[in-house]
């Protein structure tokens, strides 16, 4: 079986894990402090709070902008559905803006027809890896006083114009979940430049408590539990040191696949934006508009078959059951996103992927495609 993706994880990284559990502090110690300043330093931020998931961040985030019941955010049906969740946990509603075809990221040019006067913010991803228009976005936000939220869970280590993913909202996040660029089990990292915005999340993250001169037991506001542990933080302070590695050698993967696939005229596959280097999440293919979703769900079936863990990134935000249900979505509303939604297919990518198996893989998926002729 070759999987769909495997976490890079060292024997230096393991032993750093046991050097925390042999201490006694395995919470609030000084490997969160220093992740924290490694990521702020990473993303270029002034300040970088720990979280436990990428999904707590993206939380955190909503309530340190204010954002409430009756206010609208304008976000991506095509993403993973923590980066509409968000907005819901905090009874504000997502409003959604189509993708463009070419970088499957939020089309600024759809945004401004969606702006209400119940909009307060644009929340937008960085798809698989690629970075989104932030020059278009910050633009639009500026001229319309909205906040912008950055959710860059997807893109540590990507670049537009030389700037790194993460740094260009109000406030940013990464998350850590075993299939990205960089893990700790689970955890998740909020950027921002801005001290009101960092003193909320942080002490919103640990149960409303105020940080500076507070007893344990004093409560300023209402909080979470959503520490990150020193145990986790200290695999993620190893991770960043092999950041260039991890980096390298993800690229090495994600060349050989173009290198392989490029000439099957049946798919198109996925390339940066322009100015931009992406350090690739996952890597997805597209099938050509002539083929339908149950020609994909053929294919997926057959790969899964042959020992092949595939997956379809992703299924749209807004057609999930839960949607559906709560807000009457329908297949239609959002056509491009649906579209590429029903051809997309992500194979096996990971750091320590090895070129016979890439073959595998790609043998596999040239037979998947004569199959649906
Ligand atoms: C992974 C991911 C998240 C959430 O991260 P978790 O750590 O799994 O909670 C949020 N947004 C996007 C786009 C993601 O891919």
Redesign the pocket.
Known sequence: MIPLSSPDITNAERKAVLEVLKGRTLSLGPRLKEFEERMAKFAKRKYAVGVN???SA?HLIVRALGIQEGDEVITTPF??I??SNCILYEKAKPVFADIEEKTLNIDPKKIEEKITRKTKAILA?DIFGNPADWDAILRIAKKHNLRVIE?S??ALGSLRKGKPCGSFGDAALF???PN?QVTTG?G?MILTDNKEIADLCRSMSNQGRAFEGSSWLEHVRLGYNYRMSDIECVLGIEQLKRMQELTKKRKLVFDLYTKKLKSIPQITLLSASKECSANWFVYVIQLAKRYTRADRDSMLSFLKEKGIQCSTYFQTIHLQPFYRQSFGYKPGMFPIAESVSDRTISLPFFNNLKEKDIDIVVKTLKAALERIQ
């Open positions: 998931s990428g999904t993206l993403s993973f923590a980066s991803v959710d869970a997807e998350a850590f979940y990205k689970e998740g």
